[in-house]
């Protein structure tokens, strides 16, 4: 799931539509809320509310039973029945393994580049310091 909600739009429908999906039913809407996001501070790691961020959840039913669920982070209700799709899709026995192999792993390995590519770069700019120690006179 974490593949998943962190893949873009575009590129999640994409995939998902080589997979053909089956009928399938939204029982619950994409609908936009917002969360209440909790921090720690202190040397107790007691708890505070940093602040709200707008998230968006849908539920599906595929015609064999199975139903999934999504939550997503802002406000993008294509992104939130996808994901939603996809849970649903992994717990049958027809699609489970197709899921896996043609949505999450491609997404895994976009997203493995893009990280290596960001920690190249963050490498490039790493600085070195040192201290030199005079002798003891």
């Known amino acids: 799931m974490a593949v998943l909600v962190e893949a873009p739009t575009d590129a999640l429908a994409?995939?998902?539509?080589?997979l053909a999906p089956p009928d399938h039913t939204v029982i619950r809407p994409p609908e936009a809320g917002l969360l209440m996001v909790?921090?720690?501070?202190?040397?107790?790691?007691?708890?505070?509310?940093?602040?709200?961020v707008?998230?968006?959840?849908?539920?599906?039913?595929?015609?064999?039973?199975?139903?999934?669920?999504?939550?997503?982070l802002g406000r993008d209700a294509e992104?939130?029945?996808?994901?939603?799709l996809c849970d649903a899709l992994v717990q049958?026995?027809?699609?489970?393994?197709?899921?896996?192999?043609?949505?999450?792993a491609p997404l895994r390995a976009a997203q493995e580049a893009a990280?290596?590519?960001?920690?190249?770069?963050t490498a490039?700019?790493?600085?070195?310091?040192?201290t030199l120690v005079r002798g003891e006179d």
């Open 79 to 84: 992104k939130a029945r996808l994901v939603a």
């Open 115 to 121: 990280q290596r590519l960001a920690e190249a770069r």
């Open 14 to 18: 994409t995939h998902v539509a080589r």
């Open 38 to 52: 909790q921090g720690r501070i202190g040397g107790d790691g007691r708890a505070f509310n940093v602040g709200e």
């Open 92 to 104: 049958t026995a027809t699609h489970g393994g197709a899921v896996e192999r043609d949505v999450v």
């Open 124 to 130: 490039a700019t790493r600085v070195d310091f040192f």
């Open 54 to 72: 707008a998230v968006t959840r849908a539920a599906v039913r595929l015609a064999s039973g199975e139903t999934g669920f999504a939550c997503v």
